[in-house]
Structure formats: structure tokens, C-alpha cells
């Protein structure tokens, strides 16, 4: 199994320009999310989806879209990126069978918004 | 909402020392989770470490353990016999016990080991 994938490893955007940060696992989890890491702001959730067709906001959804199609991928959209939008973006997925609630991580994508 | 609070930004031991990083936490659940994330230079999440609230026994994984105060709220994370490789961000990191939930973390604690 190869996990959790996430590309590109690096972005460089400028101010205005839109890209999906791809996401994928191969574990068959139903549950999926995006972070964004910012220094001295530890994770911070953006999107989540519980599965295929389901999504819903996090702690700060504004100016990223995502949509669940798959139970394998959710992408993450930056609309129209923003400086305020640089960080470290990371995926992760898990699958609530029994008492398993480990969430994994994928290896996270730097973005830098010029 | 759950919030989490780690009150260390950074701290340091020594090679084969023990430390303890603090982790407290705000919630009006009964059950949940409760995590901590280790996050190298690599930048890689490695999970340490978890403990349901529904355990009174505190959670040991090798060299890691817990202390687990319910009426607290309070989950602190010790390291014994630190090593080289343990320098990293630490994160401690709450969950609903309601299906597939999300995390909740707090700012993290810097951990440098020095030889």
C-alpha cells in the first residue's frame, strides 16, 4: 500500500492563480480531511469528508473548495490564491472500523503564494 | 468546541534524560481520543501514542507513555531515555468518539534533544 499520497510536494503560486492539491490513499478509508500548518498555529482543519459524496467545512474552509467523487481521492482547490494562503497543506484519511480511529498522513505539500 | 492547549512552546533535555510535554484540553464529551503526533524534521505526522477516555489505565508505547487526568483534562506525554532521533514537534491532538471525526490540535511543543 502506498498510504496516503499527496502532489505537488512544492508549489510556488502567484497572487490570483488557482491549482488543486491532489490527494489519495489507497486503505479504502472513509473518512478523509485537510489541514493547513502554519508556525506556532499547529494543524488546522479545512474540509473533511466522511465519504464518497459527503463533505463539510472545517475550522477555515474560506477560499478553498473541495469535492469527494471517489472514496480514494479529495483534491483540495485554491480559487484564487492569496499570500494569506502560504503554508503547509497535509491529507489525511482514516477508517472508523471498530476502535480503529488512527488518522494518516499524507507528506504534505509546502505552498508558497507569491 | 474542543479546544486544546499546550502550554510549552519549547523545551530541551538531555540525551538519555526524561521529559515531559503537557497537553491540557476543553470538552463536554464523555467519550473520546486522545493523540500524540510527532513531527520531524522530515515533516511526516507519526502517531505516538493514543488513549481512550474511557480507559482509566494510562497508555505505554516503548519508551512513551501518558499521564491521563480525566477530571483534569489534563494528557501529558513522557519520554524516557530520550534520544537523538525524538528531537521534533510534538502535537497532542483531540477526537470525538462519534465515527469519523476530526482532529482538534494544539500548537505543539519543540523538543530538542542534546547530546
Known amino acids: 500500500n502506498a498510504g496516503v499520497t499527496q502532489t505537488p510536494k512544492f508549489q510556488v503560486l502567484k497572487t490570483g492563480q488557482s491549482m488543486t492539491l491532489q490527494c489519495a490513499q489507497d486503505m479504502n478509508h472513509e473518512y478523509m480531511s485537510w489541514y493547513r500548518q502554519d508556525p506556532g498555529m499547529g494543524l488546522r482543519l479545512i474540509h473533511y469528508s466522511v465519504g464518497a459524496g459527503i463533505t463539510d467545512q472545517g475550522e477555515v474552509p474560506n477560499g478553498y473548495n473541495v469535492s469527494r467523487s471517489t472514496t480514494e481521492d479529495f483534491p483540495l482547490r485554491l480559487l484564487s490564491a492569496a499570500p494569506s494562503q502560504t503554508s503547509v497543506y497535509f491529507c489525511?484519511?482514516?477508517?472508523?472500523?471498530?476502535?480503529?480511529?488512527?488518522?494518516?498522513f499524507g507528506p504534505g505539500t509546502r505552498l508558497t503564494v507569491t | 468546541a474542543q479546544t486544546v492547549t499546550q502550554s510549552q512552546p519549547e523545551m530541551s533535555v538531555q540525551e538519555a534524560e526524561t521529559v515531559t510535554l503537557s497537553c491540557t484540553y476543553d470538552?463536554?464529551?464523555?467519550?473520546?481520543?486522545l493523540f500524540w503526533y510527532k513531527q520531524p524534521p522530515s515533516r511526516q505526522m507519526i502517531l505516538v501514542i493514543r488513549q481512550e477516555a474511557y480507559k482509566q489505565q494510562n497508555a505505554t508505547e516503548n519508551r512513551f507513555s501518558v499521564n491521563f487526568q480525566k477530571a483534569a483534562k489534563s494528557f501529558s506525554l513522557k519520554i524516557s531515555d530520550s534520544q537523538l532521533g525524538d528531537t521534533a514537534m510534538y502535537f497532542c491532538a483531540f477526537m470525538k468518539n462519534s465515527g469519523n471525526t476530526p482532529l482538534v490540535f494544539g500548537k505543539g511543543t519543540r523538543l530538542s534533544v542534546i547530546a
Open positions: 470538552t463536554s464529551e464523555s467519550n473520546y481520543y
Open positions: 489525511a484519511s482514516s477508517w472508523a472500523g471498530l476502535a480503529v480511529y488512527e488518522q494518516y
